[in-house]
């Protein structure tokens, strides 16, 4: 098994190491501000593992959208609520190792269940897909009516934000982070 | 068709005019007595099924398909005559009751329709439609605990409904292309043994649970003893007979595959709740529960008898049937005209009536010997009738069938005897209403006459129940 | 196509295995962590990790459609955050706190 | 599509009328809007088999996203007129503002994608669409912690679950190697026939499925709905629990049944399993309950078990079964939403007594809840009936174990549907004050009581329109 | 035939009269309008009667009414016929009817129910007619249950007694469980001869189509019926109490007519009797100890009601000896005979108890001689005849059957005589009691003492001769040879050859049969005699009465008896059930409720209001899914 994985391609490994690890620290740490820190490290291997996978469109994208503004969105809001490691709730032992079994069951049996299915793949790699010309070609054709949408979404999305966020008074208030998350 | 809708809109209409709703829904029930007296007139026993009347509803395979032969024909007698005795019955309730008019001649209208469907879903539709007016009626004017039980009476029959309804629809399946509800079609399924006994199952359960047969008469009894007596009425009058001819013209003919395996089942749960409920019936003080406990009795002999699937059983049901829902009705009445004027219906808190009011110690007199089935009145000839074919199924079972007409006997007179005879325990009792006077005497005549003359109603249900009987027994034989 | 690229010395099942792990370590700090924030940090955590999956068998298999739905889910996952911190923010201007674990006031 | 088109941009029209705070006028509009868009769909229903229903929008709109077929039109007929009868009775006295209304307009196009989707994408974005808004919906009774509690709720779950579906997409895409439905339907079956059981595949549809569960709240995916049914806003509550479940049932629909419809044998017995256990849970649960509106909403929870049946018979029937059942359950829903905000008045308690003595406060009103509660039981002659009947006859073929489940289900629910009567008829303290009901309120009400009887006694008049 | 009809619906006619506008009417004319419509039957039956000496035989008159039933192989019209049996019985049931009805319109005068008692009256007479006159054996039933409801009515005459109605009630039951037994017959006929007209089954069961097991089971189940009416142990107990009825019904009913139904039942099917020695047996020895046991309780009863009622039972228990040996014929002349002279002194017994204001206690009379001669006399008639005085019916009667008896079974023979024996003394004991000595009622009852008026006096004196003359219908051979078995000629075309094989003893025999008889009498005169006139000893109280005295006044504690294992166990068995009922099937119901009621509870739990928790479910769930569907 050990052998398996070392004889891996070594950028692969170092990735996926690092998202891991971020991963993990992400979940357990309980000062959520290094939470997100350590996501947005996340964000930023898993944005490597898609140059990797020769989609250099996604990958600016995540790293933008993602790490970049979603993000800080959520620094943002950490900050304004003022919540920090004193402020998070404590949680029971019990309670961690139950989580843990069950998504360590939910691994296993994903795991058991896709092992050796890379032959039900198709496989017909092509560089040039993920590029931002390509990717936008089909985009603005053949994908527009979802793209359309998406725009409606996010009207949608900054309707509701605004809604909750003002004040009851109406006093029309700006809210700073559902501007943000609509640009 | 007229049966039908006319008793349907008249609740309609009653339901909202509040001070002449007693006199709508009296129209318009006797509007479909008419209708069915001119239909009597013209029936042809002999001519099989009459008057269809066949539209597709739901869709091409449910249609709304009546009509009327001789086993329908009787019972629609029996509901179009007690529903106006039973709407006179009630007529001491004025302006603020109109609902209670409006319900009993909707019922009436959804009796109709159960009696006349000749479509398994129509049939199942009227069947639930029967039972939302009594539901009403003995949840509005009931008395006691009176949400709980007629809940309770609601979800027992629904229970058994819902299985029906699975049973016909599995049946609908195997038609060929599940294209019709028909009853030709339905009794034409061939089904193998196993899914003949679980469609069996089912309707019986319907049946067995309306009618009730022993296991399943949990509800009966503080049903009947709760619901006012208009609801009483129309429950063991009437909607119980739903129960015996349901078994009769859909259970019997449709599965007649698992008829050997059930039948000693009815037949045994027939004729021990017989003495069960008897032997309860003599201990009761309340006299809504006797009768309930009666009822009880006298419907365990009519479906033993039915079961058993003779013509000598099923024609002696159906006479049965008849006089029972004349009888209990009678008695219901009676009942609740003592209540009235006493305030209550307890054995040990009457007595003396019949020094009060001698035209109505006989009338009731007349319907406890009735109950009974003493000879000269309507019991009698049915009880022989079925007392023979279960003796006849089993000498056993008949002599132990027979111990009913003892303790009837002890359980009616002593009800009588507490209730009208022996001293005045301050009990008075006001001279009978008009509608009183108009209503017992129907029963009373109807209880006589057809004591005299039971052959009348049989001839109208003969050729059919041989015909049915050929139905059954054709395809026992294929199947052996 | 280069050999040394990563579909040639690398198989897809492997993507398969990582996205999985990420989605079940997302689902873990979902169940364990009860600051809502952080809830919907796992869940973006478990987002990405479906992302990394389509993208992983968009580039496989050279089609762009599963570029395509990540691009999609990045735009709604924005959307998602946005709604969902206002939601947040509103309930703890109420509650002063953002412990799912305290919002139990309706249940049985 | 035309009618989608006219909700998208008339939603922006509203909310445009909302700055101007002239709440009455966006009302109105949005009122022609969705007649407008009703009529479009009925012209397309009408004209669907003879003409292509996207017209001129035909080259913008790709075969492989959308597709407007006889099912989704009538899927969306549907939505629109269950959004109808929303408005038309919690409007008035709910002073809905423009942006609510926007967003309610946004969540019923989302539907609408939802029915007619062709592709997974615009199946996760009709999803987000009809989602988003209503994670606001759920949370617009701001000062209401109830209402705040049931937003986090619903959109913490709901969040989790959008990724659940995701992975699921991502196996299938996987697996597939498409996300179109069409391609998915033929790689899928392919394989069936090749005998192979892929894994991939497979999964891709327990995780897809259990996503789509959650939106309709089956077992073991329900538990948001009875809390956020109850904390939300009446008519958030009535619009989850008729346009949400609508547009939720016809995009089940559209992907297990006709785009996963050959693999049945895959994932009937999961979903039949699902249902029984819906069924069985929803009713159960629904006994004990003291509040009408928690009761509705496990009730609601045992509808969507009855209605699973449906996309697990044949595809005709299962389609038309389902679209009875859903006019039914939305026709006596709205009503019984109606009554029970009505009578609750302005406080948050939705216990039973409020119905107290509604039997002699109005005729009318005790008509339409008998009518409404009968049908949600299945009584005959209201719309509940032919519904479940529609169900039954579809199902007992090949499932008649879920159908005797179902039946025991519908045993249970008269417990609690007739509760109420127990308290609005059959029950002596009753002091109830007038309700002032406005004419459009009883218009409406007229129109789903009539909805109602009028399927009931009549199923076939929904299918005159084959 | 148009006149069996009329005989039939003149009672019924009559009925319906006094029903309904009797009530507006004076008593006189409401009386004598019921009577007259008896006396119409008790004419037109003498016109039959003529008109059957014509024939020689076979059912000569026969008339169908309608079509009953026709149902499968149950086929019954409303049929009635007369033969020489039926019109036998006719006379009687008319003319002691008629007799009745003239002695009650003075007896129940100025009752508030006056009109009601001749309507059950008539009603009465038509059921008794419809019995005898029914040509199937489901007329007879009904006729059969008709008097039994009559009965009840009359036992419950005067209903706001609250005994008196127990008493009715327990008449009916108790009439009913015999009727159950002749259901069973008629059942069993049904399905061995498909018919249930007399001729075809008697024809079926003279040409041996039916085995012996059958007719065995079926005579049976007839005898359990004729137990019920004509209470024979162990169902007699409900004769004693029907004394509660007004006097005239204990007399027509309870003595004359309707408690004969059975002794009917069985000549009418004395073909299949025949054809079943064992049932014969049963009868036989059933008759026989219910004679005894019923004289024995007479012995000590001081009810003057009370012991006529015992020695009812046990003249029916003789006349059931008599059935028992196939003597038809000398049962039926004990029938006639018995029906005279029991309805003489039962009416005697009414005119007393009308003397003495409703007094019935004998203890409480005594020395009426001389205040009512024409009761006096007739009642001494009466007596005389039922114990046996030589040339009295009650003599002949007897002695036919005793005589019979000894030929086949002595020792039975001697038993009866026994019976005959205690007859003699208690019967005697009544009347000497009541009739001699001195009076010892209160004051006010002898200021009340007088003779009855001629309607009551009149019927008395009728059929104190015709219980004189009674004998000349059946007169022995000893006596005349040109008149001789008049009835058992007469009725030869109905028994046909059941009673060619019994064996008459020899002339000698029977003299000296006779001459034990006569002794037997004057053995019960003279001891009676001795004790009641001579030591002028009064019946003790009961409180002092020891051994074998205490268990004949207390009735042997039969109905205590009876009560403890019937109606005591039915009840608490009743209870048992009701207390069950409403436990285990009204309340199966809510242990399912209650169960799903605490699964709601549960699943309440189970939705505790975390999100987490429910996100844990969810994840179970999938895994859930995962796994089954993918590994399993």
């Known amino acids: 098994m050990l052998l398996t994985i070392l004889g891996l391609p070594p950028a692969f490994l170092l990735l996926s190491f690092i998202t891991i690890l971020c991963a993990l620290y992400v979940v357990t740490n309980t000062n959520p501000v290094y939470s997100v820190l350590a996501l947005i490290l996340a964000f930023f291997s898993i944005s490597a593992h898609y140059v990797l996978l020769n989609a250099q469109f996604l990958a600016v994208v995540n790293l933008i959208v993602y790490a970049g503004a979603i993000m800080v969105l959520f620094l943002f809001v950490l900050m304004l609520l003022n919540l920090n490691k004193e402020s998070e709730p404590i949680v029971k032992m019990g309670w961690h190792i139950g989580a843990a079994v069950t998504a360590g069951l939910l691994l296993v049996t994903l795991a058991a269940a896709l092992h050796r299915s890379s032959e039900q793949i198709m496989r017909n790699p092509a560089e040039d897909i993920g590029l931002v010309k390509n990717l936008g070609k089909v985009l603005f054709t053949d994908y527009l009516v979802p793209f359309e949408l998406s725009g409606i979404l996010f009207l949608a999305a900054m309707v509701g934000a605004v809604l909750l966020g003002k004040k009851q008074t109406n006093n029309k208030e700006n809210n700073n982070y559902s501007e943000t998350s609509s640009q | ?480 | 196509m280069n050999p040394d690229s990563v579909f040639n010395t690398l198989d897809i099942s492997h993507y398969i295995y990582l996205s999985s792990v990420l989605f079940c370590i997302g689902l873990f700090g979902v169940l364990t962590r009860r600051n809502a924030i952080v809830l919907l940090m796992c869940i973006e955590l478990m987002l990405n990790a479906v992302n990394l999956l389509f993208v992983a068998f968009s580039s496989y298999m050279g089609d762009s459609a599963g570029q395509l739905f990540v691009f999609f889910i990045m735009v709604v996952a924005a959307a998602e955050a946005a709604v969902g911190l206002a939601i947040i923010v509103m309930i703890y201007r109420n509650t002063r706190s953002t412990d799912v674990g305290l919002f139990d006031k309706l249940k049985g | 599509m035309t009618s989608l088109l006219i909700l998208f941009l008339g939603a922006i029209v509203v909310l445009y009328y909302g700055i101007n705070k002239s709440e009455g006028k966006s009302l109105l509009i949005t009122d022609i809007l969705l007649l407008a868009a009703l009529s479009s769909l009925v012209y397309d229903l009408l004209t669907v088999k003879t003409r292509n229903v996207l017209g001129w929008l035909t080259e913008y709109v790709p075969e492989n996203m959308l597709i407007w077929n006889f099912n989704s039109i009538a899927f969306s007929i549907v939505l629109v007129l269950a959004f109808l009868l929303v408005l038309g009775l919690f409007s008035r006295n709910n002073h809905i503002g423009a942006d609510l209304l926007g967003l309610m307009l946004f969540s019923v196009c989302g539907g609408m994608l939802m029915a007619s989707f062709s592709n997974l994408i615009m199946l996760f974005l009709g999803i987000e669409c009809l989602s988003i808004p209503l994670y606001v919906l759920a949370g617009s009774k701001k000062s209401d912690l109830a209402s705040n509690e049931s937003a986090v709720k619903y959109f913490l779950m709901g969040a989790f679950s959008t990724a659940i579906f995701l992975m699921g997409c991502a196996f299938l895409y996987g697996g597939t190697g498409s996300l179109e439905l069409e391609s998915i339907s033929r790689a899928t079956s392919m394989i069936t026939h090749l005998g192979i059981k892929s894994n991939l595949i497979f999964s891709g549809i327990i995780l897809l499925m259990a996503g789509m569960l959650f939106k309709i709240s089956a077992f073991p995916f329900h538990f948001w709905s009875p809390d956020v049914y109850d904390g939300s806003p009446n008519r958030t509550t009535v619009f989850m629990a008729t346009v949400v479940k609508i547009a939720a049932f016809a995009a089940f629909y559209r992907l297990f049944n006709e785009g996963l419809g050959d693999v049945k044998n895959w994932w009937g017995v999961t979903l039949a399993v699902s249902a029984g256990a819906t069924i069985l849970f929803g009713n159960i649960a629904a006994i004990r309950q003291s509040s009408f509106k928690r009761m509705l909403a496990y009730s609601s929870v045992a509808h969507a078990g009855y209605m699973l049946m449906a996309i697990l018979a044949l595809p005709q029937n299962g389609f038309w079964a389902l679209l009875v059942y859903l006019i039914a359950y939305t026709s006596s829903a709205v009503s019984v939403f109606y009554l029970l905000d009505r009578t609750s008045g302005e406080n948050s308690n939705f216990s039973f007594d409020n119905f107290n003595g509604l039997g002699k406060q109005s005729k009318w009103l005790s008509l339409i809840l008998i009518v409404s509660m009968f049908s949600m039981a299945g009584i005959p002659m209201t719309a509940g009936f032919a519904g479940k009947y529609g169900l039954f006859s579809s199902i007992i073929t090949s499932y008649p174990w879920l159908l005797y489940i179902a039946l025991i289900g519908s045993a249970i629910s008269i417990a609690y549907y007739f509760r109420v009567f127990k308290h609005a008829f059959f029950s002596e303290d009753g002091s109830m004050t007038a309700l002032k009901i406005g004419v459009m309120e009883w218009i409406f009400l007229a129109l789903s009581l009539t909805i109602t009887l009028l399927v009931g006694c009549w199923p076939a008049v929904i299918t005159l329109c084959k | 035939m148009g006149m069996l009809f009329i005989i039939l619906l003149s009672p019924l006619i009559g009925f319906l009269f006094s029903g309904i506008i009797g009530k507006y009417l004076p008593e006189k004319i409401t009386g004598w309008i019921s009577s007259l419509s008896i006396l119409v039957s008790f004419v037109l039956s003498l016109q039959v009667f003529q008109g059957l000496s014509d024939t020689n035989g076979g059912p000569a008159f026969e008339a169908i009414g309608f079509t009953f039933l026709s149902v499968g192989d149950i086929f019954v019209d409303f049929a009635i016929q007369a033969d020489r049996l039926t019109s036998l019985m006719m006379l009687v049931i008319t003319g002691i009817g008629f007799l009745i009805h003239l002695y009650s319109i003075s007896y129940m005068h100025g009752d508030k129910g006056f009109y009601k008692f001749f309507a059950y009256l008539n009603l009465f007479v038509f059921n008794m007619l419809v019995l005898v006159m029914g040509s199937n054996f489901l007329m007879l039933f009904f006729g059969w249950e008709g008097v039994g409801l009559c009965s009840y009515l009359l036992i419950g005459f005067w209903y706001r007694n609250a005994e008196y109605g127990k008493a009715a009630r327990k008449a009916f039951i108790m009439n009913r469980i015999g009727d159950l037994g002749l259901l069973v017959g008629l059942f069993l006929v049904i399905s061995s001869c498909k018919s249930l007209n007399y001729s075809d089954v008697f024809a079926a069961a003279k040409s041996g189509g039916l085995s012996t097991e059958m007719v065995t089971a079926i005579c049976i189940s007839f005898f359990i019926g004729a137990m019920g009416k004509s209470a024979q142990i162990p169902l007699y107990t409900w004769l004693p109490d029907a004394m509660a009825g007004p006097t005239p019904v204990s007399a027509l009913i309870h003595a004359a007519t309707m408690v004969t139904a059975g002794v009917y039942l069985v000549v009418r099917c004395n073909v299949l009797f025949e054809m079943a020695p064992a049932a014969q047996q049963l009868i036989l020895w059933i008759g026989l100890s219910t004679s005894i046991l019923a004289a024995l309780i007479g012995l000590k009863q001081n009810d003057i009601k009370k012991v006529l009622a015992y020695s009812t039972v046990s003249q029916l228990g003789l006349m059931f000896i008599a059935l028992g040996v196939g003597a038809y014929s000398a049962a039926m002349f004990h029938l006639i005979t018995h029906a005279f002279f029991k309805a003489l002194l039962f009416l005697g017994s009414g005119s007393v108890i009308h003397g003495m204001g409703g007094e019935q206690d004998i203890r409480k009379m005594g020395g009426l001689k001389s205040y009512m001669p024409v009761t006096y006399y007739t009642f001494l008639i009466g007596t005389l005849a039922i114990s046996g005085m030589p040339l009295f019916s009650g003599f002949f009667s007897k002695d036919e059957i005793l005589a019979t008896v000894f030929t086949q079974q002595p020792i039975v023979w001697f038993l009866a005589v026994v019976s005959a024996l205690i007859t003699g003394v208690y019967m005697f004991r009544v009347f000497l009691v009541t009739f001699m000595g001195s009076f010892r009622g209160t004051e006010t009852q002898k200021q009340h003492l007088h003779e009855s008026p001629a309607l009551i006096t009149v019927p008395l004196i009728i059929l104190a001769i015709l219980s004189l003359v009674g004998g000349l219908l059946n007169l022995p051979e000893l006596f005349t040879h040109d008149h001789a078995q008049w009835l058992k000629h007469w009725l030869s075309p109905v028994l046909g050859n059941a009673q060619d094989d019994l064996h008459h003893p020899s002339h000698s025999t029977e003299w000296m049969l006779m001459g034990l008889a006569v002794s037997v009498f004057i053995a019960a005169f003279l001891y009676t005699r001795n004790k009641y006139i001579s030591h002028a000893s009064v019946p003790e109280e009961d409180a002092e009465m020891t051994g074998a005295a205490k268990w004949s006044a207390h009735k042997f504690f039969v109905d205590e008896l009876y009560d403890k294992v019937f109606v005591r166990s039915s009840e608490s068995l009743g209870s048992t059930m009701n207390k069950a009922d409403s436990g285990i099937f009204a309340g199966l119901m809510g242990w399912v409720s209650s169960g799903i009621s605490y699964m709601s509870g549960l699943f309440s739990k189970v939705q505790n209001g975390r999100i987490q928790y429910y996100l844990l479910y969810m994840v179970i769930g999938v895994i859930l899914m995962l796994v089954i569907n993918i590994f399993i």
């Open chain 2, 1 to 480: 068709m007229e049966l039908i809708f006319i008793p349907i809109v008249a609740a309609f209409i009653a339901a909202w005019t509040g001070k002449w709703s007693r006199w709508i829904s009296l129209l318009g029930s006797i509007i479909s007595g008419v209708f069915l007296l001119y239909f009597f007139m013209h029936f042809n026993p002999d001519a099989g099924v009459q008057w269809q009347w066949n539209k597709p509803w739901f869709s091409s395979a449910i249609h709304f398909h009546s009509g009327i032969d001789g086993i329908s024909m009787v019972l629609l007698i029996l509901t179009n005559v007690l529903c106006p005795l039973i709407l006179l019955s009630a007529f001491h309730k004025k302006e603020d009751n109109a609902l209670l008019f409006a319900l009993i001649v909707g019922m009436q209208g959804a009796l109709n329709g159960v009696f006349v469907a000749r479509d398994g879903l129509m049939f199942y539709i009227f069947w639930e439609l029967a039972l939302i007016p009594v539901y009403f009626i003995a949840g509005l004017w009931g008395e006691g605990n009176r949400f709980k039980t007629t809940l309770r009476f609601f979800i027992y029959t629904f229970i058994g409904s819902l299985a029906m309804l699975a049973s016909l629809i599995y049946l609908f399946s195997k038609t060929p292309d599940s294209s019709s509800f028909s009853y030709e079609t339905l009794v034409a399924v061939q089904l193998n043994p196993n899914e003949a006994f679980w469609v069996g199952a089912g309707l019986l359960l319907a049946f067995a649970v309306k009618i009730p047969v022993m296991p399943f008469h949990g509800w009966q009894p503080a049903t009947y003893t709760e619901a006012p007596a208009v609801g009483s009425m129309l429950l063991s009058g009437i909607m119980l007979k739903m129960g015996l001819y349901g078994l009769l013209r859909w259970f019997m003919p449709l599965v007649p595959e698992s008829l050997p395996t059930f039948m000693p089942f009815i037949v045994g749960a027939g004729i021990i709740g017989i003495l069960y409920a008897a032997l309860i019936a003599i201990r009761q003080n309340d006299m809504k529960r006797i009768v309930a406990y009666s009822s009880l009795s006298h419907v365990g002999l009519i479906a033993a008898g039915i079961a058993v699937a003779g013509e000598t059983g099923v024609q002696g049901g159906i006479l049965q049937m008849f006089s029972h829902g004349v009888n209990a009705v009678g008695l219901f009445l009676a009942i609740d005209i003592i209540e009235r004027r006493n305030q209550t219906r307890f054995l040990h808190a009457l007595g003396g009536m019949a020094a009060q009011s001698r035209a109505f110690a006989v009338f009731f007199l007349v319907i406890v010997l009735g109950a009974t089935a003493v000879p000269f009145t309507n019991g009698f000839p049915g009880e022989l009738l079925l007392l023979k074919t279960v003796f006849s199924y089993h000498r056993v079972w008949g002599v132990m069938a027979g111990i009913t007409i003892i303790l009837c006997a002890v359980y009616m007179l002593r009800m009588y005897q507490f209730s009208m005879l022996g001293e005045s325990k301050g009990t008075v009792f006001n001279p009978l209403a008009w509608h009183e006077w108009v209503a017992l005497s129907g029963i009373v005549l109807l209880i006589v006459f057809f004591g005299l003359f039971p052959q009348l109603i049989m001839d109208i249900s003969a050729p059919a129940v041989k015909q049915l009987l050929i139905l059954i027994q054709n395809t026992k034989g294929v199947m052996s």
